[in-house]
Every structure is written in structure tokens, then in C-alpha cells.
């Protein structure tokens, strides 16, 4: 639709375009900052290692998504992820675990994750039937959902060999990393939920305008606590893969400071705090941005330290430029 | 003597749409003045220019024989005009002395808080209005009533010489505004006057002098309270004639009943709460009952009660012959039921959704097909609405937010028609939209009757009531106190019906 007539719809649609895809132009200075600057980087070792590391960000940033539509927050997620985590090495290497080596894999990743909708069940109802601020509902198992997890632990690293359970983190599929592949699932799946079923309509239209979608006769108890549900178990599934890509479960670093990371994808993404919005695959962009800053500062021997301010300039730019599409 | 207060020809637009234009107000010292008008009649905008919250486009103030250009509500309050909002700007855990004299408080030395002092001027100012109370206790732990005498009390020890009420009695029951009256009269033999905005027209002829009656952002009339009547407040606040709606008298009222066969619903006694106490009607199918009545007589409150917003704590609905407790909107849905809410805004439309999403929105449930929304019959079902109701968009996948307010308001009622209710509430279904989408509006209204549905009718446009119910229940303070039966409506029977509901029976 852009004019050769004059100069300025051209100017203006661009800008605009710029406004509405600065995720993408974001991931594009990156990509080619790090194929002048970074050495080895166009390999299919990096890559991998990319995809690996940014699959858990990336899952649980989704979930994320689901709850701030609601115009919510979950702070939970990354002790959620320390719970699910500590929880398989217990049940795998238990006595059952290793009698039956078959149903002690299953249960190691099914147990977990009920663990983790019980959590999220818990958020969503001091939320939605509470009605307590999400931020200060979600602080309770923040706080004390760590705690469980290292008391189920007495605190210590657990280390085991268990290749089966490994898989989750350590496979690869096509020579792409397994979790990789279940984030592009959970993707697709999410994206169905949101965009083409009732749950999803529901859970926009509530975030967008609680009010008009309880008297439009919509449940919004129900699906605010099934988008913390959702967030959860998410979280979840991203602890047990740290704890498979690293053989061995450590309740104190497990999914630290994920709930920043996921939050910051999320907006990066596009994702609006005051809900509304639900872009699935802009919070895999936006996962995708903020591992491959960490990467890129890293692989340049710029310090850990100084890849967390480049992290809070980012979600700086992204709030900035979400003010500016309200316009 | 010489007015305290003198506005004259003030003028404001807002965005180039006047709010005000010629609007004129004068009080005189020591006088009780009411300021009464409807709904957007330019009220509060007025006080507003006078506390220095808005800066008026044009006119003449002055206060105290001073032309006045008061910039900011401090400034105001510094001239001595104290305002009293319904929402009271105190700090409720703090001392009932701390928040009488904060930003003046007696001091010693220069800069310790002088508080024994304090606390004995407390006393002091608020035994004049005869209250006793501990002054050392957390504002926080006494009623709304005395918070707002304490509230009253600190713009006195500031030596206002004007104290602006607005809706000072809305959260108080009778004893407490008894109390409140007391000070007012208080203040008036001390010289202060005050300025009364209330939509309570019994209390202005309590306790106030003089009445300025605004109408359309004009000043349509001011004169003594005991020189005028409620009829003839009411009239100049319509714009109607009084001797007029005077001489129609009473007996008219009666028309012949209508003969409508089947009761869909039959409300007996309802009640929410204090704003709800007693509702009664009944509701035929192909008829249009409406709600009348002033503003917070309880018409909205009933639509919620019938729509299980707000849960009933007594009285009986019976919905088609069987006993009707919705406890939420989704169970009145389910039950043939569908409310177009008063405020489009806040509880209409959802902003970021597009119109095909806002239209289907309360119809989701019967959409569902495999788990998912059925686009196709969704797709179908709004195209078929966008065409009926003249929905004028780019596509049904433009965002709502960006149609006008006629056309946002058409989506909205298609969202309901969708849903096939045998009973559609519509609370003031064409507030704000330009004439031609009021109409068509009006005649899908009139088509969905037609069919054989009901609709209960929430309207401020004594003409829409008129000539579009059937029936009008006529509220008063939470109670349906009085019924007209077209055909025989008048809009000045129903005038006299709000302004004597006691006289019209029950």
C-alpha cells in the first residue's frame, strides 16, 4: 500500500512498521553484530547451545504471556521451576525409581509437573476468587516455593546419571535439541489455545476489559486460574530441563531470576502489563533477544555483571517503544 | 448587599465541545445556595473554575468584591472557598486534630507541633457544630458523617468564607443528616456561606435559601426557595413547562391495559442493598417496561439485581413460570436474559477486540465446536448483524475503539440480539450517540419487541419512555413507588409521577 507519489506515507509507514516490528528489527542488529564481531558464530555448535539455553526462557516466558493477558503477573515461576526440579532426582533414584526404571522416568516427569499445578492452582485462586494483586499473591510461593524445594533436598546439590531422564535436555532431534523442539510444540499449541478457542477469547477479552467480559457472561474466575495453571506447569517443565541439561538438581540456583527473564521476554515480545494481549510467538522472540544479548556479551568477555544492565536496557527500549504504539 | 460570589457569563470548552456557555451563579454572604441541574448540565464543570481546577475560557469572577483568577484549588483555598467532595480528601489513619490542622498547625518554638494546643482547638471548632468526640483517635474510626463534619470543621478553622458541598448526604443515613444540617445552619449564623449541589430536591427546601437551576451548560433560572416548588425545579431542570405539566394533572395517567397475555417475569419485593430496597414489576412478552426516575433512584441497581450482578437479600423473580436466582450474569444468559450496560466504556466494550470478537463475545458458549470457536458461523453470524443493524466498519476485524459511539453501541446490541434473550435489559441504550444511530437504535428496539420478546427500558429521555413503553415503573430512592400505562404517558404526567410519587399511589 505505500504510495510513489509522494515521500511521506512511505516515511510514515516505515516508521510505523519499525513501531510494530522492533522486536524483529532488535534480533536482526543482533544477528548481525555477532556475525562481524563474535568469533565462530555462525556454527551449528552456537546454535545449538542457543537453542538449548533458550528453550527454558522461552517456555516458561509463554506462560508468562497467558498471565500478564489477564493483566496479572507471576513472580512464582522460577521457584516453581526449583520445586518441579528437585522433586524428579527424589523420585527416580528412590527405591521405586530404581525397581521399576520405566514407571520411575514417567513418574519423575509427571509428578513434578501436578506439583506445579498445584501451585498454579494455588496462584490463580488467591487471584481470581481472592482477589489479591497478583504480585503480592504470587510473592508467597516466590518466597516459600524455593524453601520447600531445598527442604526436600537438605539444602544439597543432588548430582545422578540417568541418561533416559538426561534426554529431556541433552537430546537431539533432526541435530536440533530436543527442548528446542518442545518449545516450537508448546508454542503451537498455545497459539491455538489463544487464538482460536473459547479459553483464549475469554482470557483476551478479560485482560482487556474485566468488567464487559464477566457481564458478558464470561468465567473469569476459571480462566484467570487456569492461565496461572498453564504458567506453572510450564515453569515446571522448564525446571526439570535445567535439571536434565545439567545432571543434577541444585534447589538454590534452579530458575533464579527466571521470573525477571520471563517477564522481560514477554514485554519484549509485545505483550501489554495491563492486558489484553497474548502474543505467543512474540514471547519466543523476545526469549530469543534477551539469550542472545547474554551470548553475545558473554562469547565477548564482557562480564556477567554488565549483561544484566544490558538486560534492563532492553526491556527499557521495549516498554518505550509499547508507550509509543499507544499513540 | 453585595454578593459574596459573583460568575458571570463563564464560558469552557472542552476539545471545542462546550461545556459551558453564559453560565451565571451569585451568592450572597451568609446565604445557603443550592445548585441543582441534570446529568451534564455543566455543574460541576462551574465549580470546578471556581476552586482554580479548570481555567474558564471566558466570563467574570468575583469573590469577596475582588475580581478573582484563581489558578489552583491551594489558591482557592487560600481566598477562603473550601470545597467538600464526595470523596473525601482527608488522611483517615491519622488524628482527627492532625488532619483539622494540617498545614497550620500551632507551634512552639518555632517548629515542635504545639499538639495539646492543637488538639484544644479541635475541640474547640467542633463543639460549635455540638459534636464531642476523641479528637486524638484515628479519623478512620468514625463514620462517613462525622468525616465529613471533621472534613467541614477544618475548612471553618481556615476561615472560609464559602464552603462548596457536593452531594454532601449521598453515603449518610437520615439521623446523620440531620447532624450535617445542624452545621450547615451553623455556619450560615456565622456568616459563612455555602454552596449546595445535591440531587436530593426534598433537603433544598430543608435548609437552603436560594436555588440557580443549570440546564445544557446554561444558568436557565435563579430564585428563592420559598418563591418555587419541587414541580417547578423540576421542570426548569427538563426544560418543561410547570403550568403545563400542572394543569395535565393526575387523572390522565390511566389509560387502557394493555393486553398482553403470557408473564415472562414477575418481580416481587426485590432487594440488594441500601440503594435497592424494594422493586417490584412485572414484564409481558412483547412489551417495553421502563424504569423511571431521577438519578440514584435505583433503576440501575434493579437491572443488576435481575441480571445477578448484585445478589438479592430479599423478595422473589419469577422468571417464565419458574423461581429466577441468577447467581451470576453467565446463569441470567443461560435463562433468556441479556443487559446493555449503562456505561459503554467501562463495561461494554473491550477496546483492543475487534468487532466480529466484541460482537460474539457474551454468545461464545453456543459457538463452540471440536473445543473451538466455529469461525466459520462466527464469521457468518457478525456479517449478518454488521448488515441488519447498519453497523457501519471497515471490516469485522477492525478494533472496536476506532467506530463511533453510535456504531460501538449497535455491536454492543448485537451482542445481545445474538444471544436470542426473551428479555433485554437496556440501560440508557442511546446516551450519547448522534440522532440518526439513536433512531435506528430505537428501531431495532422496536423490531426484536415486535417478535415477540421483552425489553425493560432504562432511559434519562423522558421522551424515549414515553413513547416507547408500554408500561412505566417509576422509582424513588431504591423503591418502585408508582406505575403509568400508555397508552396516556405524557412526559409531563411523568414529570408530575417523579416529582409527587407519593401522591400517585402505589
Partial sequence: MTSLISDEPVRADLSTRLKNNGGLVALAVILIFNILVTPNF????????????????????????????????????????????????????????????VLGIVASLFLPLIAALACGLFNGTIVAVLKVQPIIATLILFISGRGIAQVLTNGNLQTYSNPDFSYLGTGKILG???????????????????????????????????????????????????????????????????????????????????????????????????????????????????????????????????????????????????????? | MAPLLAMSDIAKHFAGVPALRGASLEIAPGEVHALIGQNGAGKSTLIKILTGLYRRDGGEISFAGQPSHLASP???????????????????????????VMGQEPRTLGFMINWPEAHRRTREILARFGIDIDVTAPLGSYSTAIQQLVAIARAVSMDAKLVIMDEPTS?????????????????????????????????????????TIMRDGQTVGSRDISATTKLDLIASMLGRNADEIAAEGLTELSGGNANFEEVVLRVEGTATGPRLSDFSMTLHRGEIVGLGGLLGS???????????????????????????????????????????????KEEGIVPHMSVRENLTLALLPALRRN?????????????????????????????????SGGNQQKVLLARWLATKPDILILDEPTRGVDVGAKREIQSIIRTFVDEGHAVILISSEFEELVEGANRIVVMHEGRAVSELTNPGITE????????????AGR
Fill in chain 2, 492 to 503: 409531563n404526567a411523568l414529570v408530575r409521577a417523579l416529582a409527587h410519587h407519593e401522591e
Fill in chain 2, 171 to 211: 453515603s449518610l443515613d437520615s439521623s446523620e443528616v440531620e447532624i450535617l444540617f445542624g452545621v450547615v445552619r451553623e455556619l450560615k449564623s456565622s456568616g459563612v456561606s455555602v454552596l449546595y449541589v445535591s440531587h436530593f430536591l426534598d433537603e433544598l427546601f430543608q435548609i437552603c435559601d436560594r436555588v
Fill in chain 2, 371 to 403: 473445543g473451538q470457536v466455529d469461525r466459520e458461523a462466527e464469521r457468518k453470524l457478525v456479517a449478518d448483524f454488521i448488515r441488519k443493524l447498519g453497523i457501519k466498519t471497515a471490516h469485522m476485524d477492525q478494533p472496536i475503539r476506532e467506530l
Fill in chain 1, 42 to 101: 555462525l556454527q551449528a555448535q552456537t546454535l545449538a547451545v542457543n537453542i538449548s539455553q533458550v528453550a527454558t526462557i522461552a517456555i516458561v516466558a509463554m506462560g508468562m504471556t497467558l498471565v500478564i493477558a489477564t493483566g496479572g503477573i507471576d513472580l512464582s515461576v522460577g521457584a516453581v521451576m526449583a520445586l518441579s526440579g528437585a522433586l524428579a532426582p527424589l523420585i527416580f533414584q528412590s527405591d521405586f525409581g530404581t525397581a521399576y526404571p
Fill in chain 1, 176 to 327: 536440533f535439541p530436543f527442548q528446542g523442539w518442545l518449545a516450537l510444540a508448546i508454542a503451537i499449541f498455545l497459539f491455538w489455545l489463544v487464538n482460536r478457542t473459547i479459553f483464549g477469547r475469554y482470557l483476551l477479552a478479560i485482560g482487556g476489559n474485566e468488567r464487559a467480559a464477566k457481564l458478558s457472561g464470561g468465567p473469569v474466575r476459571k480462566v484467570k486460574i487456569g492461565a496461572y495453571v498453564i504458567c506453572s506447569i510450564l515453569s515446571g517443565l522448564a525446571g526439570l530441563i535445567v535439571v536434565a541439561i545439567n545432571s543434577a538438581s541444585d534447589a538454590a540456583r534452579n530458575g533464579n531470576l527466571m521470573e525477571l527473564d520471563a517477564i522481560a521476554a514477554a514485554v519484549v515480545g509485545g505483550a501489554l502489563l495491563q492486558g489484553g494481549k497474548a502474543p505467543i510467538f512474540g514471547a519466543i522472540l523476545g526469549a530469543v533477544i534477551i539469550q542472545l544479548v547474554k551470548y553475545t556479551l558473554l562469547a565477548n568477555g564482557v562480564e556477567d555483571e554488565v549483561a544484566l544492565i544490558a538486560k534492563a536496557a532492553i526491556i527499557l527500549a521495549a516498554v518505550y517503544i509499547q508507550q509509543a504504539r499507544k499513540e
Fill in chain 2, 298 to 344: 435505583g433503576r440501575t441497581e434493579a437491572a443488576r439485581s435481575l441480571f445477578g450482578v448484585d445478589q438479592l437479600t430479599n423478595g422473589k423473580m419469577t422468571l417464565k413460570g419458574a423461581t429466577f436466582r441468577p447467581s451470576d450474569p453467565s446463569a441470567a444468559i443461560r435463562a433468556g436474559i441479556g443487559f446493555l450496560t449503562e456505561d459503554r
Fill in chain 2, 74 to 100: 491551594r489558591e482557592a483555598q487560600q481566598a477562603g472557598i473550601a470545597t467538600i467532595y464526595q470523596e473525601l480528601n482527608l488522611v483517615p489513619l491519622r488524628s482527627v486534630s492532625e488532619n483539622v
